[in-house]
């Protein structure tokens, strides 16, 4: 099982980006999808997850700003991005649990790719 982000890149405070994971492989069900992110000399900190029924929660900090979305056909997690301000960047990561079969499952983490938002 691979996960593959793309979609990050630089932008001015204001603009915005869309990073899509999807998720490729032995795939039985996707269970929660989220994106963390990590700035540098920091913590690697959740920003949005998703569960299968489409049930989102956000950090705070991004609340009103960030919409997370699946698309379960595709095996596609999806984060737009709007409002974008310059703490908001860092090297974003998708995250996936992900099951084989019905009883084995694992969590899987994409490669990352870096959102740069310049004041």
């Known amino acids: 099982v691979q996960l593959q982000a793309s979609g990050g890149g630089l932008v001015r405070a204001g603009g915005s980006l869309r990073l899509s994971c999807a998720a490729s492989?032995?795939?039985?069900?996707?269970?929660?999808m989220a994106w963390y992110r990590q700035a540098p000399g920091k913590q690697r900190d959740l920003v949005a997850s998703?569960?299968?029924?489409?049930?989102?929660a956000y950090a705070d900090s991004v609340k009103g700003r960030f919409t997370i979305s699946r698309d379960n056909a595709t095996s596609t997690v999806y984060l737009q991005m709007n409002s974008l301000k310059p703490e908001d960047t860092a090297v974003y990561y998708c995250?996936?649990?992900?099951?084989?079969?019905?009883?084995?499952?694992?969590?899987?983490w994409g490669q990352g790719t870096q959102v740069t938002v310049s004041s």
């Open positions: 995250n996936a649990r992900i099951r084989s079969t019905y009883y084995r499952g694992e969590t899987y």
């Open positions: 492989g032995s795939i039985f069900r996707i269970d929660t």
């Open positions: 998703i569960t299968s029924d489409g049930d989102a």
